[in-house]
RNA sequence: GGGCACGUAGCUCAGUGGGAGAGCGCUCGCUUCACACGCGAGAGGUCGCUGGUUCGAAACCAGCCGUGCCCACCA
């Protein structure tokens, strides 16, 4: 035996934290995870990771995806492909500019002390030292990226596509800058997009407010009050002093005679028109609605349409302006409420006040509530772009899975609206715009422009960034050297599919099939597959500031990577999930299972005599029926997980693999093939070859799913270099034996029986039992039967009396000896398994009595349960 | 307001038209010469409720109850 089997046999536990690292560090040094760009995208096989943010580690939702996906690419790997996982880093403007002003504060100093430049210097030397956390994590998974071509979409190259992107949409007018009403968040202190508001539903006060009527349109009596007035409802009094129209609805009966009339803003004393606008709903309040249409969406769109001053009273910095009058001035949205109110009381102005449930958008990034306001902004047109991104879709050009998430989609895509494109951020993408002061020229251009071409004057850049998802748009092309016609992009775009939770379907995946398809003429990627969210054990979301998070990388350091990757894929499913610590258990379990078989098996072959393990060729070499047996569900399981890996199915890949290992190898075969293997007995080369080729082949089968354990044991199988570059095995149809697995489901049946009866009569383990089988299609499996089920099996049909009876499929089992057993006690099981059968005989019996069942079912379904039925009887009949 | 899911053993989940399953937990028994992160045997379920379709429903349909998520501009 050589020293590496000697170390093996000390080794009685598999321990990943002590192999786990060195077998990734020989991944990476053997370049399998770097292709040569070479060959066509239709061949090759590529998958852009959704980019992880710089400054991020790695969570759960990370682990569960970077799981997905290294099954999916370890497995093409494997089957031949040339495969590519294209890795990088996402700048994420918003979280990291958010960062690195923390750690300024904690400094003392802030951003806009240091200036523009040197803070974006110190967001980079922030990136440099945190920057790599997340990719040593992934390495730390065992995701097989190309870690040789890390990507960050502010690199250099990324840049010239970004800016390439922006002008050339800026010059087919998708692209465009307009004072706009924004999602202002007060928090970032930037503009944001829709999809980074999240509606909270909260109980605010609903004023109903009273304005008065100019007397006689302000012809005579100018400035005096009307009677009556109209009276409008809001939950936000202080943008009552930017209103600059009452709007009614046009078929609103009660108001008609109001419209063209002009109505007085309390405490402002602002003239209002009464303006007619289909938007007003006559069944809510009075149907009196007032218009402001600088912070409010609706009413924005209602000025615009009726040409109404934009009055702001509300500033960037989420406080009252000068324009709010004096009196509030500077005060906080929320004191300016209070003291609005107030003000409006002592007029006697506020008639009614009641709770009010309704929904408030707050900011996803910074949690601070949105404040809409009229800003000027850059945005991007949408319904151009939209139309082939939603025909892609439609004609499966892009297949998402599960394709429930296709209608959201299409549905999303239908109604989509501009995007508001630039933030007012340091960190990110600065916006290829130049203005010219002297003379207004706006230039858009990817090289900045020396001076004006108009009037030659001075040129001074947008100060804003983009938004950091338009970069991520480009992320399938972009990563691959786009706009050049790289040898990367020819080979590996488009991609093949994009696994990523649906909360970035928006966001992020329709943006990118639009881009896809503007840019390159052709969809990012085939397929779009939708994981599972990991929820919290408790069905919580998983979250620091709830403390309802779990670090997968400490779950990694307790239980190994491939434990934390199985038992992911084992919980994944078509819906939101539970972390399950009983999974990653599970899977900690069977590469320890697998371990302990691979090492069982290698030890009792080497020590074999006259063997030379080295020297042994793998090769299913079936000699009895549980050989023929267990190479025919090999194939089976073979065909089966290529087949689920392939339709996403990772759960029951998973937990099919478990299955294979425990209950059909571990706990049948090798219990089968111990006696063949015993170092005493004659060697037998053809189980050898089988075990090992039997153990390779599951072993190569596991790797995608767990692939430290596996490539340990691959080494001590004998395999060529790493299993990672070894070829998937491909289900064998003509070692598929219908025969050998009918016959060994009898015996494990059989056996099973038997062990319970042995457990009922208080059978010690060790008790070999006097028995005489009765009962057909037991031929060449009597042996395992005896031994794995305690019995000494007479072998003439005639002796002594049997003491008792168990029921084994296709006839009986007569004990012959109640030597330490107590045979009375079994007859309380016996009991309960007779009133079973009797129930079911019933059944049976009552469905083959009814007319209309013998009539109606199908012929072979009548017959299979006369089938049955006999069966049962049979069974009855031996109890 | 609209949409999408889900409700099966104590827990987490499979099962999509013909005798209710797994992992964990629980009970009992085992140092059986790979693994005690092990082996063997068990207990435990009116498959949310009510109707319907069907010879037959955990599964298909409808309604209800409960839970989760997404989308949405009624002040």
Redesign the pocket.
């Known amino acids: 035996m050589d020293d590496r089997l000697k170390e093996l046999e000390r080794r009685?536990?598999?321990?990943p934290a002590e192999v786990e690292p060195g077998i990734a560090e020989r991944w990476l040094e053997s370049g399998l995870f770097h292709p040569a760009p070479e060959g066509e995208a239709a061949e090759n096989y590529s998958i852009a990771i959704p980019p992880p943010n710089v400054t991020g580690s790695l969570h759960m939702g990370h682990a569960l995806n970077g799981s997905i996906q290294d099954v999916l690419v370890r497995y093409r790997r494997m089957t031949g492909r040339r495969t590519k996982w294209i890795l990088g880093t996402d700048h994420a403007g918003i979280a990291t500019q958010a960062q690195v002003e923390k750690a300024l504060r904690a400094e003392g100093t802030s951003r806009q002390e240091l200036g523009r430049e040197e803070f974006v210097r110190r967001v980079w030397e922030w990136r440099e030292h945190y920057g790599h956390t997340i990719v040593a994590q992934l390495k730390r998974l065992g995701a097989s990226c190309d870690y040789s071509e890390e990507r960050f979409t502010l690199d250099d190259g990324y840049h010239r596509a970004v800016v390439a992107v922006f002008v050339a949409l800026y010059e087919q007018g998708l692209v465009y800058r307009d004072r706009y009403i924004v999602n202002w968040d007060p928090g970032t202190h930037s503009a944001i997009s829709?999809?980074e508001?999240?509606?909270r539903?909260e109980t605010d006060t609903?004023y109903s407010i009273r304005y008065d009527l100019l007397a006689g349109d302000g012809a005579a009596g100018h400035g005096q009050a009307a009677p009556g007035g109209v009276t409008?409802?809001?939950?936000?009094p202080e943008?009552l002093l930017a209103d600059t129209a009452v709007?009614?609805?046009p078929r609103d009966e009660r108001y008609t005679d109001l419209v063209g009339r002009t109505a007085i803003l309390p405490l402002v004393g602002r003239h209002l028109p009464v303006i007619a606008d289909d938007?007003?709903?006559?069944?809510?309040?009075?149907?009196?609605?007032?218009v402001t249409p600088a912070h409010?969406?609706?009413d924005f769109?209602i000025g615009r349409r009726h040409e109404l001053d934009q009055v702001s009273v509300i500033g960037e910095d989420g406080r009252m302006t000068s324009e709010a009058g004096e009196r509030f001035a500077g005060l906080t949205v929320q004191d300016a409420r209070q003291a609005v109110v107030q003000a409006l009381r002592e007029e006697g102005r506020i008639v009614a006040e009641e709770p009010?449930r309704?929904?408030v958008?707050y900011s996803h990034r910074s949690g601070r509530r949105i404040e809409p306001l009229i800003s000027l902004q850059w945005f991007m047109r949408m319904d151009e772009l939209a139309a082939p991104a939603i025909q892609a879709v439609r004609d499966g050009a892009v297949r998402i899975v599960p394709d429930?998430?296709r209608?959201?989609y299409l549905?999303?895509m239908q109604?989509i609206?501009p995007w508001c494109l630039s933030r007012q951020l340091w960190w990110g993408h600065r916006l290829p715009v130049y203005y010219c002061d002297r003379c207004g020229e706006t230039l858009v251009a990817e090289q900045p422009p020396e001076r004006c071409v108009s009037c030659h004057g001075e040129l001074r850049q947008d100060e804003d960034v983009l938004d950091t998802w338009f970069s991520s748009a480009l992320w399938p092309f972009a990563t691959l050297g786009w706009p050049a016609q790289t040898p990367e992009l020819a080979a590996f775009y488009p991609t093949d599919v994009l696994s990523t939770a649906?909360?970035i379907?928006?966001?992020w995946v329709a943006r990118m099939i639009m881009m896809g398809l503007r840019f390159t003429g052709r969809v990012p990627f085939g397929e779009v597959y939708i994981h599972s969210?990991i929820?919290a054990?408790?069905?919580?979301?998983m979250s620091k500031s709830l403390g309802t998070g779990i670090d997968p990388v400490e779950e990694i350091e307790r239980?190994g990577a491939d434990?934390v990757r199985f038992g992911l894929l084992?919980?994944s499913?078509?819906?939101?999930?539970?972390?399950?610590?009983?999974?990653v258990?599970?899977g900690?379990?069977l590469?320890?299972?697998?371990?302990?078989?691979?090492?069982?098996?290698l030890?009792?072959i080497a020590s074999l005599p006259g063997v030379d393990l080295a020297a042994l060729a793998p090769a299913p070499r079936p000699r009895t029926v549980a050989d023929r047996w267990i190479l025919s569900r090999l194939q089976q399981v073979l065909a089966d997980t290529a087949a689920r890996i392939e339709s996403y199915?990772f759960?029951?890949a998973a937990?099919g693999l478990?299955?294979f290992v425990?209950?059909e190898?571990?706990?049948?075969y090798?219990?089968i093939v111990?006696p063949r293997?015993?170092s005493d007995a004659e060697p037998d080369l053809d189980l050898a070859a089988t075990l090992l080729h039997l153990l390779r082949q599951t072993v190569a089968l596991a790797h995608p799913i767990i692939p430290f354990v596996t490539e340990e044991l691959w080494s001590y199988l004998g395999g060529d270099g790493l299993l990672a570059g070894a070829a998937w095995p491909r289900a064998d149809v003509s070692l598929i034996d219908m025969d050998a697995e009918v016959a060994l489901e009898r015996v494990v049946e059989a056996?099973?029986?038997i062990?319970?009866?042995?457990?009922?009569v208080?059978a010690?383990?060790?008790l070999i039992v006097p028995a005489r089988l009765r009962a057909d299609g037991y031929d060449g499996t009597q042996g395992m039967l005896a031994r794995l089920a305690r019995m000494d099996l007479a072998t003439d049909g005639a002796g002594p009396e049997p003491v008792a009876i168990v029921a084994v499929p296709c006839g009986v089992l007569e004990i012959l000896s109640d030597d330490g057993l107590d045979l009375a006690a079994a007859e309380q099981?016996r009991q309960?398994a007779r009133g079973?059968?009797q129930?079911?005989?019933a059944?049976?019996e009552g469905?083959l009595a009814?007319g209309?069942?013998?009539?109606?079912?199908?012929a072979e379904?009548?017959a299979?349960?006369r089938e049955?039925l006999a069966?049962?009887h049979d069974?009855m009949e031996a109890l």
Request: hydrophobic share 35%.
């Open positions: 009685t536990r598999f321990d829709d999809l508001v999240e509606e539903e609903l409008i409802a809001t939950v936000r943008t709007a009614v609805n938007y007003v709903k006559t069944d809510f309040g009075t149907g009196q609605l007032k409010d969406p609706n769109e009010y309704h929904s958008p429930n998430h209608r959201v549905d999303w109604n609206r649906r909360d379907l928006f966001l969210v929820q054990p408790d069905g919580r979301r239980h434990a084992a919980m499913s078509s819906q939101d999930v539970r972390y399950s610590a009983e999974k258990q599970q900690q379990a590469a320890n299972k697998l371990f302990n078989a691979t090492r069982f098996a030890l009792r199915d759960s029951h937990l478990y299955d425990y209950a190898l571990c706990d049948w090798l219990e111990k293997l015993a056996v099973t029986a062990r319970g009866w042995r457990d009922s208080g010690r383990p060790g099981r309960a079973k059968l129930a079911e005989i059944r049976v469905k009814n209309r069942f013998l009539e109606r079912a199908p379904v009548v299979s349960e049955k069966r049962l069974e």
